[in-house]
């Protein structure tokens, strides 16, 4: 496929096109704007029924050892601590919401330790809408494991880490440039996250 531009023939004629370019030139490019200077979404109802988790992959968190060097089995208390690092974006299949600013109060799905797709707590403020962001914390787990005579345990924090979908419905209210304003209904609503689930210790032996 080839795009046209315009050019001044050999002969002197003017105003002709040409078909020898293999992209478009800058001065043709078109920006798509919405006369919104201000969104709300609310009334956020996602459909849980219709959820999906995918992209799973076992993964280890942590790793720590616990050593005897005793004659005697010795009960240790193994801390594990990682950081957990979250990300969660909501987006729409169908409707644009081009560079504009969204406010946004909803409650917030995530991927539960049993591995099930729950609502946790609200999210509310603005938000650049398709943006993904991240959420970072320290977590620290406790494990007891019975360490046998001189013999080192090295303890492993293991879980599934995967992505969910969760489509939803919300109300849309829009103000636009002339101070007008429009409330739909929408039903296009993806909200996407990963999580860990499932967590589980593994244990390994070493004699000293």
């Known amino acids: 496929m080839k795009f046209c531009k315009g050019l001044i023939a050999a002969d002197g004629k003017t ?25 709300e979404i609310c009334k956020v ?7 999906r988790i995918y992209n799973q992959s076992i993964v ?5 050892d616990a050593i005897n060097k005793t004659q005697e089995p010795k009960t240790v208390d193994v801390k594990l601590s ?17 560079g504009v600013k969204t406010s946004i109060q909803t409650t917030v799905p995530f991927i ?3 591995g099930k797709i729950e609502i946790l707590g609200e999210f509310g403020g603005d938000y650049q809408w398709g943006q ?21 345990v090295r ?9 969910c979908d969760v489509p939803f ?3 849309q209210l829009d103000t636009l440039t002339n101070g007008q304003q429009i409330t739909e209904t929408m039903d296009d609503g993806i909200y996407t996250s990963n999580d860990c689930f499932n967590f589980k210790y593994e244990t390994e032996q070493e004699k000293l």
């Open 82 to 98: 990682y950081e957990e690092t979250r990300t969660r974006t909501w987006n729409s299949s169908v409707s644009l919401k081009l």
């Open 169 to 171: 419905s919300y109300s």
């Open 60 to 64: 280890t968190l942590a790793t720590k």
């Open 112 to 114: 539960s330790a049993e």
């Open 15 to 39: 105003n002709c096109l040409s078909a020898t370019l293999s992209t478009i030139t800058e001065e043709v490019h078109l920006e798509a704007e919405e006369v919104v200077i201000l969104r």
């Open 132 to 152: 993904a962001e991240s959420l970072t914390n320290v977590v620290e787990k406790v494990y007891q494991v019975t360490v046998p005579p001189m013999t080192m």
């Open 45 to 51: 109802d996602f459909r849980l029924r219709d959820a």
């Open 155 to 163: 303890v492993n924090l293991q879980a599934t880490k995967g992505s």
